[in-house]
C-alpha cells in the first residue's frame, strides 16, 4: 500500500490559504462568481513553472503522458486557485505517477480507489479542487465500481482518464478498453471480451460533464482540461494516450495529422456536426441512428445534427459516445455539460435540515440514550 501525501504548494507567497472561487459551469468562471480581490490577485500570480514539483518525471520515453501531465500544467493557473487548496488523487499504474510531477498537495493511493479518496477530501473540504488520475484499467477493472458511484453522485471533482487500451506498468496484458481480438500477454490468441467504451459508462452513470481528447492534439487537451476544470460537479474526460512501449499506434489510425481532420469530429455547442479537411462532410440523423453525409448537391449544414451538449437528456450524447472509426469519425470535445446540485452541497444542505429540525445535538447524550447497560 503506497498513500503519500505532499504538501509541495505552501508557501514561497504564492497563495494565502483562502477559499478559491468557485469554479462554474462553463468554458470560464460565470459571471455571478466573485472575482479574486486585488490582495490576492497580486498573491496569486501563478504560472505553469510553479506547478512544476521538483521530482524527476520517470515515464518511458515518448510516452504519451508527459504532454498530458504539461497540459494539465498549463492550464491550472488560469483557476486562480492557491496549490494548497488543490489535490492530486490517483491509482495505480503508469497514470498515477502524476501527482508526484504536480506541486500541490497529492495522494498517490491503492488501485482502483482514487475516486474513494476524492469523495472524503471533497466533503471534509468542499473548498478544494481535487482532481482524479487515473488509467483504463485502474478506472474501468478494479476501480470500476468506485467510478460509477462517485459520477452518479455528482461529487465535485475532476476525473482525468489516461486510456492507452493496455496495462502498461503491469508490462503489457490486455485492458477493459482494448479491442477484441487483441493478442497480449494475458491474451496471447486474442482477447475475447469486448471493450468498454469509457465515455458510455461515464454518461449512463449521469456524470454531469464527459468529454474526449487526445494526447498528442496539446491545444485541444488543454481546452478540455480547462473546461472541466471550471465544471461544478462530476467531470469525466477521456484523454487517447499512446503507449508507445506496449501498445504503440493504438490510435494512430484517426488521430495521426495527415488524417486527423478526415477521421474526427471536433464537437463545438451550437454547431452544426461538420468534419473533414474541406469541411465538406457531416453528421446527419437517420432515423434513430447517425449516418455520414457529403455536403453540396442538396445537402447543406442545415441538415445536420446540431451539438447540444447543455440538453438535460444524455440520449445525443450517448450517440456520439458510440461512434468510433471507421464507420464513423471519432468525436473529440465535450460531449455533455449539465448543471446539478453537488453531492458536497447536498449532503451540507441535509445537516443543516436536520440542525435545524432537531437543535446542535449532544454527542454525550446521544451515547447515553437508548438501549444503554453498564458492565460492573
Known amino acids: 500500500m503506497n498513500a503519500d501525501l505532499k504538501a509541495n ?7 494565502n490559504g483562502s477559499a478559491p472561487p468557485s469554479p462554474g459551469n462553463g468554458d470560464s468562471p460565470p459571471a455571478t462568481d466573485a472575482p ?12 505553469r513553472k510553479d506547478f512544476v514539483s521538483d521530482q524527476e518525471v520517470r515515464w518511458c520515453p515518448g510516452c504519451g503522458d508527459y504532454s498530458i501531465l504539461a497540459q494539465t500544467q498549463k492550464t491550472m493557473p488560469d483557476f486562480g486557485v492557491p496549490r494548497e487548496n488543490i489535490v492530486f488523487v490517483s491509482g495505480i499504474g503508469c497514470s498515477g505517477r502524476l501527482p508526484y510531477y504536480m506541486n500541490t498537495y497529492g495522494f498517490h493511493s ?36 468506485h467510478v460509477l458511484h462517485s459520477m452518479r453522485r455528482n461529487v465535485d471533482i475532476k476525473m482525468v482518464m489516461f486510456n492507452n487500451r493496455i496495462y502498461g506498468l503491469t508490462k503489457g496484458q490486455a485492458s477493459p478498453t482494448s479491442e477484441q481480438g487483441k493478442k497480449t500477454k494475458s491474451s496471447p490468441a486474442g482477447t475475447v471480451d469486448y471493450p468498454i467504451q469509457p465515455l ?28 472541466a476544470g471550471y465544471h461544478k460537479g462530476s467531470a469525466f474526460v477521456e484523454v487517447l494516450q499512446n503507449c508507445n512501449i506496449f501498445n ?12 486527423r481532420e478526415d477521421r474526427m469530429l471536433v464537437l463545438e455547442h ?40 447543455e440538453t438535460a437528456d444524455p440520449y445525443l450524447a450517448f450517440m456520439l459516445s458510440r461512434m468510433w472509426w471507421p464507420e464513423f469519425p471519432v468525436p473529440v470535445g465535450v460531449l455533455r455539460r449539465v ?19 432537531q437543535g446542535e445535538g449532544d454527542l454525550q447524550e446521544l451515547l447515553v440514550s437508548g438501549e444503554t447497560w453498564v458492565v460492573d
Open 9 to 15: 504548494g505552501q508557501g514561497n507567497g504564492q497563495g
Open 36 to 47: 479574486l480581490s486585488p490582495e490576492n490577485a497580486q498573491v496569486i500570480q501563478l504560472s
Open 110 to 145: 491503492i488501485h482502483g480507489r482514487a475516486p474513494t479518496l476524492a469523495t472524503g477530501l471533497k466533503l471534509a473540504n468542499p473548498q478544494l479542487m481535487v482532481w482524479v488520475i487515473t488509467g483504463d484499467g485502474d478506472a474501468l477493472s478494479i476501480g470500476g465500481n
Open 200 to 227: 458510455s459508462i461515464a454518461l449512463a452513470a449521469e456524470a454531469s460533464f464527459v468529454a474526449r481528447s487526445v494526447d498528442t492534439h496539446t491545444e485541444h487537451l488543454q481546452e478540455t482540461l480547462n473546461r
Open 248 to 259: 504503440d499506434g493504438a490510435f494512430k489510425d484517426f488521430t495521426e495529422r495527415d488524417v
Open 270 to 309: 451550437g454547431k452544426p456536426m461538420v468534419f473533414g479537411k474541406d469541411r465538406d462532410k457531416g453528421i446527419r440523423l437517420d432515423g434513430l441512428r447517425p449516418e455520414i453525409v457529403q455536403l453540396g448537391n442538396g445537402t447543406s449544414e442545415a441538415d445536420l445534427l446540431v451539438h447540444d451538449e
Open 339 to 357: 448543471n446539478r446540485p453537488t453531492h458536497d452541497q447536498l449532503v451540507e444542505a441535509q445537516i443543516q435540515d436536520a440542525t435545524a429540525r
